[in-house]
């Protein structure tokens, strides 16, 4: 255990090539593809059951919309209406 | 709970007479073939039954199902033991052969039926939304699809120029 690095930057990593990260999703996709019936079943249980729960914490999002987000965003962040504007009128 | 429990029910319903044959369509047939992803809905293709004004209508379909306590609705689909389901009528010819021809599949030990990869695929073609290009184009990279087959069904439902096309836009290039 003594030989073990202890800083980050003494940690070896390996950045994969963009071929290694292709190569790997798709022997995921062929292994995912091939999966016995049931198994994949389970599978797609749980991404129905991700799925639910992905609509659920969308619906307890705060009602905003999409173009009060933008001026927020071009804003900065700080909910500001473009110079003069009127509540309504930072529609973009 | 799981999908084994609604396909019970749906074959329950079959029993009783309320339900014609049935196969499942949609993602969760697609994705018994691909690479699964994530679906929220059970797409069950069947004959709708004529009300005595003759209209089709899956209204005994929920009358059943609310009689057996399944009440809620996600959208046009009703909730049967944690799967939202929905009823879609045999639209065209190709629908009703996809039916016909579907293939007996044991789901967690429960019997039903599937429509084939061929049809699927010529299903994705015909409906032509963006999700079902992407979802034909992963059914061509799994590769396992019977082509002549698949060629025969696009003959029989003039979708060949649709494939052509589709060939020209998403597979040509590669």
Known sequence: MGDLPNTPSEIPVKFLTVEEIYAAKEARRKYLAKLPIDQKIDLIEQLHEFGKTMIEARKSLPKQGASETLVRCAAGGKGQRPEGGQPGSERV | MGIEAT??????????????????????????????????????????????????????????????????????????????????????????????????????????????????????????????????????????????????????????QAWETFQTRHLKSR
């Open chain 2, 7 to 160: 396909l019970r029910v749906l074959n329950e319903m079959q029993a009783a007479g309320v339900l014609a044959d049935y196969a499942i369509g949609g993602a969760v047939a697609a994705f018994l073939y691909i690479e699964p992803a994530t679906t929220l809905d059970l797409d069950i293709f069947t004959a709708w039954t004529p009300s005595p004004g003759g209209l089709l209508t899956p209204q005994p379909f929920y009358e059943y199902l609310a009689g057996r306590g399944y009440k809620n609705y996600e959208q046009e689909a009703i909730v049967v033991e944690g799967w939202a389901v929905q009823f879609l009528p045999l639209g065209n010819s190709l629908l009703e052969e996809a039916l016909k021809e579907a293939a007996d599949v044991k789901i967690k030990g429960v019997l039903t039926r599937v429509f084939t990869r061929e049809h699927l695929m010529a299903i994705c073609l015909q409906t032509g939304r963006q999700k079902d290009t992407i979802r034909l184009l992963q059914f061509i990279q799994e590769g396992s699809a019977d082509m002549e087959r698949f060629a025969e069904i696009l003959q029989r439902y003039n979708l060949s």
